[in-house]
């Protein structure tokens, strides 16, 4: 990968406007709306080995295709959330008014990046979260032999 901190964000250049145009480095992962949003990496870029066009090739491998040099078919790909964690406690909240819950999490990317949010839940979900988490606390108890 290019060893970008967030490979998943669009590069900028020296200035910032309300459209900055996605300008794809060597590495990164774009969807091409030529191809029907189709995603690949960039395997080279306009300009290198006598290129005039972007090269991406499908990220497990597989034949290349090109896009346009100016980029104007290529979006930047955001990397996946891998998992959600909780945060410390004194995050929660229940409001009584729209019978939904919420508890702070972390977010967790493919990239090694983490966002924090939140998780809000409906009073049917909560019962079911809270029957889940139950049955898991058994099991975790069955496992250690710490059963109260």
Same mark, same amino acid.
């Given at each position: 990968?290019?060893?970008?901190?967030?490979? +998943?964000?669009?590069?900028?250049?020296?200035?910032?406007?309300?459209?900055?145009?996605?300008?794809? $480095?060597l590495? *990164?992962?774009?969807a091409?709306?030529a +191809?029907?949003? $189709?995603?690949?990496?960039?395997?080279?870029?306009?300009?290198?080995?006598?290129?005039t066009?972007?090269?991406? $090739?499908p990220?497990?491998? %597989?034949?290349?295709?090109?896009?346009?040099?100016?980029?104007?078919?290529?979006?930047?790909?955001?990397?996946?959330?891998? +998992?959600?964690?909780?945060?410390?406690?004194?995050?929660?909240?229940? *409001?009584?008014?729209?019978f939904?819950?919420?508890?702070s999490?972390?977010?967790?990317?493919? *990239?090694?990046?983490?966002?924090? %949010?939140?998780?809000?839940?409906?009073?049917?979900?909560?019962?079911?979260?809270?029957?889940q988490?139950? $049955?898991?606390?058994l099991? +975790?108890?069955?496992?250690?032999?710490?059963?109260?």
């Amino acid at each position: 990968m290019t060893g970008r901190r967030t490979p +998943h964000l669009p590069s900028h250049g020296p200035e910032l406007r309300t459209a900055t145009p996605f300008t794809p $480095r060597l590495g *990164d992962l774009a969807a091409d709306t030529a +191809h029907g949003g $189709r995603v690949g990496v960039v395997v080279n870029l306009p300009g290198e080995d006598s290129a005039t066009t972007y090269h991406l $090739r499908p990220p497990g491998g %597989g034949p290349t295709w090109s896009a346009p040099a100016d980029g104007s078919t290529l979006f930047p790909v955001p990397a996946q959330i891998t +998992h959600a964690t909780l945060l410390p406690s004194g995050g929660e909240v229940y *409001d009584p008014r729209s019978f939904q819950g919420s508890v702070s999490v972390a977010f967790h990317f493919a *990239d090694g990046s983490t966002s924090e %949010g939140s998780l809000v839940l409906t009073s049917a979900e909560l019962k079911r979260l809270y029957d889940q988490t139950g $049955r898991l606390l058994l099991s +975790h108890e069955k496992a250690t032999g710490d059963l109260e």
